[in-house]
T-cell receptor
Framework: EAQVTQNPRYLITVTGKKLTVTCSQN?????MSWYRQDPGLGLRQIYY???????DKGDVPEGYKVSRKEKRNFPLILESPSPNQTSLYFC?????????????FGPGTRLTVL | RKEVEQDPGPFNVPEGATVAFNCTYS??????FFWYRQDCRKEPKLLMS???SGNEDGRFTAQLNRASQYISLLIRDSKLSDSATYLC????????????FGAGTRLTVKP
């Protein structure tokens, strides 16, 4: 089954404790993105990647890191989480060859930073 | 000003009603347009793409007006299962990863 998976789905942590949210897709998509969703603001892009070893900042990259060592995986790293990073996070992927150029989203990770 | 703006609602309508959502975008060079549906804090899922010629999928009709920079979604004969948040999405470049999301319009269909 074609899908995007994220882990963990729910996480409560404390300020400053490094964490990683994993994202994996099995559709051989070149493009992958991380978004955060906050009430009234919609989804905002954190980082994106156009292929292996190619990543770039989105609209709200501060406090986050990513890596793309393999095509299927795109982990999101919070080196020193802070309470303002409490949010719902979505990973997404799509293929530049797909019509329409739509994104497939993972199920989301609800993060709370105390 | 937000790049993609939507009326947040909520829209509360009875079953069988027709409801219309509008969305405006600020970047006139935007290339592709979509409506996504999101159920209560779950992942967004593509509802339909939006083309200048307009497109229809069953009870759903989407329209794009490039001159006025707005996108619309019409839902006819609303069902209880249509209750969700509808997200307007604009891609600034064709086949790029540069998508902008509206904050969403919440719809509740009541019996």
């Amino acid at each position: 089954e074609a899908q995007v998976t994220q882990n963990p789905r729910y996480l409560i942590t404390v300020t400053g404790k490094k964490l990683t949210v994993t994202c994996s897709q099995n559709m051989n998509h070149e493009y992958m993105s991380w978004y955060r969703q906050d009430p009234g603001l919609g989804l905002r892009q954190i980082y994106y990647s156009m292929n292996v070893e190619v990543t770039d900042k989105g609209d709200v990259p501060e406090g986050y890191k990513v890596s793309r060592k393999e095509k299927r995986n795109f982990p999101l790293i919070l080196e020193s989480p802070s309470p303002n990073q409490t949010s719902l996070y979505f990973c997404a992927s799509f293929s530049s060859r797909s019509v329409p150029d739509t994104q497939y989203f993972g199920p989301g990770t609800r993060l709370t930073v105390l | 000003r937000k790049e993609v703006e939507q009326d947040p609602g909520p829209f509360n309508v009875p079953e069988g009603a027709t409801v219309a959502f509008n969305c405006t975008y600020s970047n006139s060079a935007s290339q592709s347009f979509f409506w996504y549906r999101q159920d209560c804090r779950k992942e967004p899922k593509l509802l339909m793409s939006v083309y200048s010629s307009g497109n229809e999928d069953g009870r759903f009709t989407a329209q794009l007006n490039r001159a006025s920079q707005y996108i619309s979604l019409l839902i006819r004969d609303s069902k209880l299962s249509d209750s969700a948040t509808y997200l307007c999405v604009v891609n600034k470049q064709w086949r790029s990863n540069d998508m902008r999301f509206g904050a969403g319009t919440r719809l509740t269909v009541k019996p």
